[in-house]
C-alpha cells in the first residue's frame, strides 16, 4: 500500500512526456491513495503503447484511490489508464480528467471483466483516432455513482462518453450521470454510450435526452433519466456537485447482478456520507448532495392480496424496506371509486413484518367493501394509495350434490337396487370445518329417512333399504359450523328405482339395401340385424353376437350398440354352414334381457353351373333375328332366380343388345335385328342365384354373309410388284389380300393387253395358290400387258376382276453416266482427297435401280468408314468419312447393280488418292508454304490446320483430331515435314528463276547470314557444298517461337542441307560455318522468299565462294628442316594486315625480306630458295625467321644444309 501524506494536490508522479508515469506488475496486491499522475507519454519508444498515465497489467488486486491523472497521452489506448486482461482493479473516488489516446479509450481502456469504477469524476478525455473517449472497454466492467462529462470522440466515431465492445457480456451502471460528452458535428445518441457489440444494464442514472425511446439498447434497467439539461453547479469551473433536484435521492442503494450484489458507495468523492440524510435514497453521480428535510415519501404497498370470511377480509402485502417506515393507513367505503379521506380511514397498520398481515372483522356477510392502503414514515410522509381492492365477506356456501357414488362416471338417475341409495356432495365453502347433515324422501324432503349427521364426510350409502319399482326418490344435504351457523339446503334430481328386465319380441336378418328378410348372403354382403323390445323406462344398450349354434357367440364375439338396428359385415363366414343371429339388451337401470336368437340364415360363395348356349348353324343370311336356345345350368346352393341374354360382336359382350332379364324361360327368339355382312355375332347367356352369383355362356356365333370375296391387290412378279420384266417369254404374277368370311375355295387368273382381258393367256384355275408362272407366251417389247385374279368363296359367290398396275419388258442392264461431287455437283475427277475431310459422291446410273453396292479397298489397310443409300432410284450416294491414312490409295468398286427388270451392271472400279497430311496447298510436297500456314493457323488457333494427334508411321499418318493446338499437332507436322524432305531430290538447290530482289548475304569465317527481303514471311534455303572440306549447318534460333519456326535437314554425308523458316520482322537466317582445309571453298545456294499470302516474292540460285580465316596469328615451322634448297613457310592471318618476313643470320643482320606488303586475311605460305635480298645463296647454318605485323611477331629457327 502507498499512501500520500500530502494528498493528491501535492504529490506528483510527473511522466515527463517521456514514458509512463506507473506501471504495475506482478501478482501482489497493490494499493495506491491520494497521487496525482500526469504527463505520462506512452509510445512505440516506450514498454507498449498503452496506459501512459498507468498501465496495469499484474494478477494481484489493484485498488486506485483519491487519485487524480491527467494531461497523459498514449499512442495506442487508455490515455489515462490502461487495465489489462489479467487485473482486478477498483478505482473509487478518483478524477480523471484532459488525457488522450490516439485510438480507443481516451481516460480508461478496460480489457478485464473484474474492473469496479465508482464515486470518479471522468471528464475532457478524448480519442484522436477512433472510439471511446471517456471509457472504452472491450470486458464487462461496473460503474457506480460516477459523473463523466465533456469527454470527446472525432467526427463521425462513437462512444464519446463509453464504448462497449464486450460481445456477450453485460455491463453494469447505476447511479451514474453523463452529460455533455461529444461526438463531433454528427452528433447522435452514440455520442454518450456506443454498443458496438455486448449488453447493457442500466438503473437510476443520468442519459442524454438523445438515447430515450430505445435509441439506447438497455438489455435491463428502470428508474433512468434522458435529458440534455446542465444538472451540475457550474460545468464552466468543473465544478460537478449537483444541483438539479431530479438527481437528488434518485439512486438506488443496491442492485444485484449474476448472483453479486453491489452496493451505492457509503462515502462519495470528497468523503461526504452516502445517502444524506441517512434512509434516503442516494443521488445520483460522484458528489452527495448536504443534508435536507425528508420530504420523501415512502413507497407504495404492493402484491395486496384480500382473503373473504365469515363477517371479516382478510389482507396480507409485501413490507417496504425503508428504515424510516412509520406504518400503513387502511381506507374503505361500500361504494367504489372513492377517494381516501379522514373520514373513511378505518385503521393505521404498524407492522415492520414482512409480508403485513391484517384482518377487518365484524363485517356484514354478503357486502361488498372497497379498499385502499398507503404507507407513511417517520417524518409523516404518506406514499400514493393503492388501486381500489374489492372483497365480499361470506357465510357457509352450498355447492352441488348427486345421486351415486363418487367412483361414478356420471350422476345416477336410475338404480335397479331396491335396498341401496347413494350420494356425494362437492366440499361446501367456508374457512372452517363443517358437520353435513342428510335427509332422503319421495313425497316430502325427509319422508324415508329423517335428517341423519354425516360428519365431515361429503358422501354416504344407504342399505337394507326398502325401495319401490317406478318411484323416484331425492337426497337431500346442508352444514352448520361450530358457531351454528347453518347453510342453505341442497337436494339431488331425484333417482328412480326400475327393477323390471326388458323383454325382446324378435330379432331379424334383413336386406342391407332395401330392408328386405334375407335367407341367403352372398360374398361381400352384409346383414342388417333388427332387434324389437321393450321396457318399462328406456333400452339404453343392445349386445349382439353371430353364432352357429342359437344363443351363443362362437363366430362373431357379444359386441354393443346403442341402437336396434346394425349392419354387420358377412364376409368373413363359411360357406354351407347355418348361422345364427343373437340379442340381449340392457335397460337405463342396468336390467338385461333374456337372450333372443333368429330363425337363421346361410352363405352361399358358388357361382352357378354353366350350361350351353345355341344360336343355329354358324352362317345365315338372315338379317333381322336370331333364334337362341340353352340348356343345363343349374345352382345347388340359393338356386338360380332368373336367366339374362345379351348379343354381340364378341363372346361375352352386349354392344348390340344389352343385357335382358327373361326370368326362366330357356329359349327366345331375338327379332327386329339389323345385322350386317360379313359380321360374327355371338349370343350370352347368364344365370344368376339368388345371392347374385352368376355364371355366363356364349353361343359359338353366326355370321351373315351374302356377298362374294373382297379382291386383294395384283403384283407383277413373284414377290413384290414390278413394273419391269426381263423376259420375252415367261411372265410371274402374285396376289394377296382377297377375303371372305366364308373363305376363299379357289383363284382363277389370265393375261392380257388392258386390265380385266384375258386376250394373251385365258382364266386359269389355280386352286387356292396365291402365286403363279405363264410359260412359253410370246410377249413384244413395244407393249404393256396386265394379269388378273377373280376370287371365289365357299357358298360360290365370285369376286369382282383384280388386275395388276401392268408392267412392260427390258432387257437392257444399267450404266454409270457420271459421278458428282455431293456438296458442288461438280464432275469428280478422281485425283486426291482431303485426309481429315469426310468425302461424298454420287455414282449416276442410266436407269432405276434395285439394288447396288459400293466395295471400298485402302493400299494401306486403313478401315474406311462410309455410308452408301440409294437416291431417287437411278442414284448411288457414297459418304466416306474421315480421318483417312495419309498419303494412302483407296479403291471404289460399284458391285450388285440391278436394274428394276433384274438386269445386273458389270462391276466398275476408281482410284482416288489421298492427300499428304500437311500438304495444305495440295501441290504434293510439304513445303515453306504448308509451313507458314501451319504456323498462322496454330497462332489463330485455325482448326483448319489442326493435324493432331495422329497414329502410325509417317508419311502413313491417320490424323485423330482433338480440337487443341499442343505439341502433338507441332509434333506430327515435324514428322511429316521430316519425312517429305528427306526423300531423293528434296535437298538438291533448284534452278529456280530468279525473281524479285536479289539474295542478300554476309558470310564471315564461321557464320552465312541471310537477309530476307521486306514482306518475307517464310523462307526457303537449300545449300550443297562438299563435305569434305566444309560443312554448313543451321544454327538455332534464340528465342523460339511458332512464330520463329525452323525446320531444317542437314545431310552432312552428301553435303546437303534444306531450310524452311518462319521469319519474323528483322529476323535473319543463320548458318554455321565449319572449314576442314584452308582453300575458298565454292557452295550452291536456292532461295525462296513468300509474304504472308503465300506468294513468292523473290527466289532464285546463287553460286557463293567461301574463305576460311584463322582465328588467330601464327608462324608455323618451316618445313622441310633442316632443307637445302628450298622450304616452305606458312603463316596465318585473322586480318588483313602490312607483312614483313625476315630471315636473320645467327648474328641478327638481316638476310632477307621474304614478303614486304598488305596481305589479306587467311591461310598463307612463302618458299625460300635460300637466296638472300641481293639474289645470292647464303651458306648453310642456323638461321632465325620472324613474321612481323602491326599487331603480332613471332620468331622461329630453321637449318640449312650444304
Known sequence: MIVSDNGAGNTIIDGGQNGHCLRIKGSSVVSLDGFKLTNGKANSSNENSDGAGIYISSTGAVNLNNLIISNNVAASTGGGIYIAASADVTINACKIYSNEAV??????????????????????NKTSGYDGGGIDATKTFTLINSTLVGNSVPNGRYGAAIRI????????????????????????????????????????NYFNAEEANGELTIERGSGNIFSNMDPFTSSSSDDYTIKSADLLESGISSIIMDGITYNAPTADISGNSRPNPTNTAPDMGAYESSSRADITPPAMPTEVVATSGDTKISFTWKGNVESDLSGYKVYRSTATNFTPSSSNLIATVISSIDPVSWSDNNLINRTKYYYRISAIDNAGNESDKTAEISAMPEGIKSTAIFDGNPVDSNELDYTNSSTTLSAYWNTFIYTEDLTYYY???????NNLIDWTSAGTDTSFTLSNLSLENDVTYYISVYAASSESNLSDTISTDGITVDTQIPIITDIIETDSEYGALRDWYGAGDSTTLIVTATDNNSITNYNLSISKTAFTDDVIAWFNSDTNMVTIDLSSLNENIQYYSNAKVTDIAGNISDIKSSAGFKMDYTNPVAGQVSSGEPYQANTTSINLNWSGFSDAQSGINHYEYSLGKQPNSGDLITRVNVGLSEYVTINDLDLENNETYYSTIYAVDNVENEISASSAGVTIDNVGPTIGVVADGLVEDTDLLNSLTDVSMNWSGFFDINGIKNYEVSLGTSEGL????????????????????????????????????????????????GFILDVIPPVITSTIQNNTGDIVSFNFIDPNKDWGITFILSENIISGDVEIYSEQGDVVNFNISIIEQNKISLAIQGPRISKDEITLTIANVIDLAGNSMNDTSFTVGVYMLSDFNQNGSIDVSDLSQFVSGWESKDLEYEIGPVTGEAPYFKPALDGVYNGRDGMAFYRMWHSDNSQAGKLIAKNSNEIGSALITSIDNNNLIIIPPVGAKASEIIINYPSTDIRVSTKEIDNFSTTSM?????????????????????????????????????????????????????????????????????????????????????????????????????LGREVANLVGKEISAGYHSIIWNTNNNLGAPVSAGIYFYQIQTRDFVKTKKLVILK
Open 758 to 805: 384375258n386376250d394373251v393367256v385365258g382364266w386359269v384355275n389355280v386352286d387356292a395358290n396365291t402365286n403363279h408362272s405363264f410359260s412359253g407366251v410370246n410377249l413384244s417389247t413395244d407393249a404393256q400387258y396386265f394379269t388378273n385374279v377373280i376370287a371365289i368363296d365357299s357358298l360360290g359367290n365370285i369376286s369382282e376382276i383384280a388386275s395388276s398396275d
Open 1046 to 1146: 525452323a525446320l531444317s535437314i542437314d545431310d552432312t554425308l552428301s553435303g546437303r542441307l534444306l531450310n524452311h523458316q518462319i521469319i519474323n520482322s528483322g529476323q535473319s537466317i543463320n548458318f554455321d560455318i565449319k572449314h576442314f582445309q584452308k582453300n575458298d571453298i565454292s557452295i550452291n545456294l536456292s532461295y525462296l522468299f513468300i509474304n504472308e499470302n503465300n506468294e513468292s516474292i523473290s527466289s532464285g540460285r546463287s553460286d557463293l565462294m567461301l574463305s576460311p580465316v584463322p582465328e588467330e596469328f601464327a608462324l608455323h615451322q618451316n618445313y622441310p628442316n633442316p632443307f637445302n634448297p628450298v622450304t616452305t613457310i606458312n603463316y596465318d592471318l585473322p586480318q588483313q594486315s602490312y607483312v614483313n618476313m625476315f630471315i636473320y643470320d645467327i
Open 439 to 445: 335427509a332422503v324422501g319421495n313425497s316430502s324432503i
Open 165 to 204: 465492445a464486450t460481445t456477450l457480456d453485460s455491463v453494469l451502471i447505476f447511479n451514474s450521470v453523463f452529460n455533455a460528452n461529444y461526438g463531433g458535428e454528427n452528433y447522435s445518441a452514440d455520442d454518450g454510450i456506443y454498443i458496438n457489440n455486448g449488453k447493457l444494464i442500466a438503473y437510476n
Open 103 to 124: 485510438e480507443y479509450g481516451g481516460g480508461i481502456a478496460n480489457r478485464s471483466d473484474k474492473t469496479i469504477i465508482k464515486n470518479s469524476l471522468i471528464y475532457n
